[in-house]
């Protein structure tokens, strides 16, 4: 059973700070991630993806690889209460046309 | 560049009675095509996936079928709807064997009374 975890939270962070979410990951043949954000009521829109070991930066947001430790992670710099939304981590199929998706965590900014 | 249509955006539906739900893409060509649901509070659960017309897999046995009668037309299906159906049903296509980033659509929330 391939499984992605990740803390629900909610992760309630001030305006201004970095956010951190993590996401750990069963399956040693997944070899691309992606983070999805779904703000409440709306479809999962994504923002990153990563392929490799290492830091990957797009604007405010820096995604993380450590696939000896299969672990990843999404920083959020200079948080806004825009971002407060849930944030989905997902690993690719190893080979199948099925990602495995966890089920989220949810990010609180407050002003 | 490509966008994914669903309808309808939200339904109400009596115990029993039937379903369809649309989602088609526009802007690629032989997309695969997947059908999740999400219940409240809840992550997505895999309903349907296909990576060619006529071909469906499914993933979870339930009372729920799907179609893909074109090229980027996805369809889901059912005869007769369970009050444990009512949730957030989310369309998503990907492209080829090697690229796993997924696009959502905007969705269609269901409530089955």
């Known amino acids: 059973q391939k499984e992605v975890e990740q803390n629900s939270g909610p992760l309630s962070v001030p305006e201004g700070a970095i956010a951190s979410l993590n996401c750990t990951y069963s399956?040693?043949?997944?070899?691309?991630f992606f983070w999805y954000r779904q703000y409440s009521g709306k479809s999962p829109e994504l923002i990153m993806f990563i392929y490799s070991n290492g830091d990957k930066e797009d604007g405010r947001f820096t995604a993380q690889l450590n696939k000896a430790s299969q672990y990843v992670s999404l920083l959020i710099r200079d948080s806004q209460p825009s971002d407060s939304a849930t944030y989905l981590c997902?690993?690719?199929?190893?080979?199948?046309?099925?990602?495995?998706f966890g089920r989220g965590t949810s990010l609180i900014v407050h002003p | 560049s490509q966008t994914i249509h669903q309808w309808p955006a939200t339904l109400v539906q009596p115990v029993g009675s039937p379903l369809s739900l649309e989602c088609t893409v526009e802007?690629?060509?032989?997309?695969?095509l997947y059908w999740y649901r999400q219940a409240a509070g809840r992550g997505l659960q895999l309903l349907f996936y296909s990576v060619g017309i006529g071909q469906i897999s499914s993933e979870v046995p339930q009372n729920l079928s799907a179609s893909r009668p074109q090229d980027r037309q996805f369809i889901l299906s059912s005869k007769k709807l369970l009050l444990s159906d009512s949730g957030f049903y989310l369309c998503a296509w990907g492209q080829g064997t090697t690229s796993y980033e997924q696009y959502f659509g905007p969705g269609t929330r269901l409530t089955v009374t």
């Open positions: 997902a690993a690719d199929g190893g080979g199948s046309y099925i990602p495995t």
């Open positions: 802007g690629t060509s032989n997309p695969n």
């Open positions: 399956d040693r043949g997944s070899q691309s």
